[in-house]
């Protein structure tokens, strides 16, 4: 007798668990609290002076050691990541970014606060690794408008920190502030504990310590120049011996790190123009991003009588800024399907003429408080772009064993240019004044030169990103994922 085969109905795809549902939104979290963390402070800076009795140059140290310890751990936890385990790691950046805000909580004394604020400089790489976590565990499809997320996290944090730390400031004792972000960061950590998983890729080898010093004092010389050269003067021995001295320190860590079995950084990978291009680009993008926070909160704030200034709170000028964390969050998905028709390059060039545009906006008119947020608006738009077709770009074109620390490079660049960014518009302010009432404060001219110097950066940026060597066919396929390499699988 025959057997008549049963017909079965084919196998549906299981449903994915909670957990894996809420990982990209629980990163994404983490990404909020990295930037809301780097942002809280900036209400209590004028008054920390009186709160814990130290100078003003003292307490600008609670910005500065925050950017230092950013700069130097980003790439330093991407490689870790890469190698021990990129859950691993980012739980360890969390837990050092809360354990520095509880310290801050508890806390009135300067040098305290400051090497906790240090310790908050570790959830920089947060970004970098969750993009990485995301081309790991995602299919390739759901990939691109998850890193696009994932990038747009850093302006719609900053969104958020600065108005809810100046209405807790205003109303509350500034140490609740701390408790507060003590509180978030306690749940971003056990969040990211429960739904993330580890992901199994795996680089060999041993960590390059001896790179890592290196690369470490080099940053700290360069990013110190660069920040305090303001005050300390652009002429100083101190600032001259900064910079010659971060010159000769990251010409020997470059030296050493093209000779290294391990390296802390693949300078070879990093020069090719795919991977080169771009983070020569993130560092021109970086700089025209952050002249657009620092300008807009100075000049709204401006008193009324400059003829320009509006003479805005804190809070009020917090306000003003949120709808551009907004537009970053709205605007990340459509970054995604732009990269995914035309391709990573053609979003990032897209981005830079965008931001480029927004500061022609503020040009034309930055007296009107409706023109402000226009302008804002549409440099926070160029933004969430460029910012999300960047790590695409580099996902596309490295090996997967290597994703964390390429983009730990990448944020890297990107905040040497915010810090650039800084520090230009310092010296362009400083020199553009007028008096009102027997105070000195900054001309609208100043501002305007500012915004064309951005603009212009932002301009250069998109060139940079048409330079980038065009791959039609992963281009035409929307996917992010480099050419295959042979992984290590690690528990």
């Not at 140490?175 to 056990?190: C, D, I, Y």
């Not at 960014?421 to 007028?434: D, E, N, P």
Request: hydrophobic share 55%; net charge positive; proline share 6%.
């Amino acid at each position: 007798m025959d057997h008549v085969p049963i017909p079965t109905l084919p196998e549906q795809p299981a449903r994915p668990h909670l957990r894996e549902r809420l990982t990209i939104p629980v990163l994404a979290f983490g990404g909020i609290l990295m930037a809301v963390m780097q942002t809280v402070v900036v209400p209590l800076l004028p008054d920390l002076p009186r709160l814990t009795g130290a100078s003003p140059a003292a307490v600008s140290w609670m910005v500065t050691a925050t950017l230092l310890a950013g700069a130097v751990l980003t790439p330093v936890l991407g490689r870790a990541g890469d190698m021990y385990g990129k859950r691993r790691v980012l739980l360890g950046a969390l837990a050092l970014m809360t354990a520095g805000s509880v310290l801050c909580a508890l806390t009135s004394d300067i040098r305290v606060l400051i090497a906790a604020r240090a310790l908050q400089g570790a959830a920089a790489a947060v970004v970098p690794l969750s993009i990485s976590i995301l081309r790991d565990e995602l299919p390739p499809h759901r990939t691109g408008s998850a890193v696009a997320l994932m990038s747009s996290t850093v302006g719609i944090g900053a969104a958020l920190g600065l108005p809810l730390a100046a209405l807790i400031v205003q109303y509350a004792n500034w140490h609740v502030m701390f408790w507060a972000t003590s509180a978030l960061g306690a749940l971003g950590l056990a969040a990211a504990w429960w739904a993330v998983r580890e992901s199994p890729v795996r680089t060999p080898g041993r960590f390059d310590a001896l790179g890592t010093l290196g690369l470490a004092a080099g940053l700290v010389c360069l990013l110190l120049g660069v920040s305090q050269g303001g005050q300390w003067g652009w002429d100083s021995a101190r600032i001259t011996g900064l910079f010659a001295g971060a010159v000769l320190i990251l010409g020997l860590w470059a030296w050493q790190q093209l000779r290294a079995a391990a390296p802390l950084v693949d300078l070879r990978l990093a020069v090719d123009r795919k991977v080169g291009l771009p983070h020569i680009a993130a560092l021109f993008t970086g700089f025209a991003f952050y002249a657009n926070s620092l300008v807009t909160a100075q000049l709204v704030q401006a008193p009324v009588e400059t003829g320009y200034g509006l003479g805005l709170s804190i809070v009020a000028t917090g306000l003003v800024m949120l709808p551009s964390g907004v537009i970053m969050l709205v605007f990340s998905p459509v970054s995604a399907r732009i990269s995914a028709a035309r391709g990573p390059r053609i979003t990032l060039a897209i981005g830079g003429v965008v931001l480029a545009l927004g500061y022609a906006i503020r040009i034309v008119d930055s007296t009107d408080l409706w023109v402000i947020m226009v302008g804002a608006a549409v440099v926070s738009t160029g933004t969430t772009l460029a910012y999300s077709a960047l790590p695409t770009l580099i996902l596309r074109s490295v090996p997967s064993t290597a994703t964390a620390s390429a983009n730990g490079v990448n944020v890297l660049m990107r905040t040497i240019g915010q810090s650039v960014s800084s520090a230009a518009v310092a010296a362009i302010l400083v020199h553009h004044t007028m008096r009102v009432g027997g105070t000195v404060v900054s001309s609208l001219d100043g501002y305007r030169l500012a915004f064309a110097t951005a603009g212009t950066v932002a301009v250069v940026a998109a060139a940079i990103a048409l330079c980038v060597p065009s791959d039609r066919k992963g281009e035409r396929a929307g996917a992010a994922a480099p050419p295959p390499v042979v992984t290590t699988k690690g528990a």
